[in-house]
């Protein structure tokens, strides 16, 4: 069963870089997409961006200039990097696993499982 | 549009039938999947695609779909139902993933 354990620094200043890793235990790292998810406190969840094994990325627009996430497949750890933290990064971040999409007509099913357990990352100066 | 919207919050007496509903224009494209997310705990994926479980998922939890609508139904909630919900999916151009805002649902 595929467990992802995370990790990293849980409080930052404002204008520092965010820095969390997740490691994939007990499942094939390649042939998935892993993402990161963040969850400001009494909030919604928001997807950040993900990677696939080969190193290939997709962001979310509005967090796009400030993230980055890589990928360690000697290790089937994937890193997250968010640059010039404010208040509002202020988050429980999750990471979590993704297979690519498959189609059952008409439509196409994909899903996040598992998640990891969640960082909380506080931006206070 | 990429958006995903819910309605903020729902409550069902013990043992009756309730559904969530999740709107948006992936949805004509993407099959939402459902998560449920208990508080200080992390989302744990319900259903998945046009309706199935995960293993360890009580039957009483279904989905559907129809046009730019997905449905998450309970047939005979329990206490333990009582949680946030959040449907999921890619949006129209298949790089982005969106959330809803999450429903809340209380089990009276």
């Known amino acids: ?125 | 549009s990429s958006e995903l919207t819910q309605d903020p919050a729902v409550s069902v007496a013990l043992g009756q039938t309730v559904r969530i509903t999740c709107q948006g224009d992936s949805l004509r494209s993407y099959y939402a999947s459902w998560y449920q997310q208990k508080p200080g705990q992390a989302p744990v994926l319900v259903i998945y695609g046009k309706n199935n479980r995960p293993s360890g998922i009580p039957d009483r939890f279904s989905g559907s779909s129809s046009g730019n609508t997905a449905s998450l139904t309970i047939t005979g909630a329990q206490a333990e139902d009582e949680a946030d919900y959040y449907c999921n999916s890619r949006d129209s151009s298949g790089n982005v993933w969106v959330f809803g805002g999450g429903t809340k649902l209380t089990v009276l």
């Open chain 1, 1 to 125: 069963q595929v467990q992802l354990q995370q990790w990293g620094a849980g409080l930052l200043k404002p204008s520092e870089t965010l820095s969390l890793t997740c490691a994939v235990y007990g499942g094939s790292f390649s042939g998935y997409y892993w993402s990161w998810i963040r969850q400001p406190p009494g909030k919604g969840l928001e997807w950040i961006g993900e990677i696939n094994h080969s190193g290939s990325t997709n962001y979310n627009p509005s967090l796009k200039s400030r993230v980055t996430i890589s990928v360690d497949t000697s290790k089937n750890q994937f890193s997250l990097k968010l640059s010039s933290v404010t208040a509002a990064d202020t988050a429980v971040y999750y990471c979590a696993r993704s297979a690519p999409c498959i189609v059952v007509v008409p439509a196409a099913s994909c899903w996040f499982d598992p998640w990891g357990q969640g960082t909380l990352v506080t931006v206070s100066s």
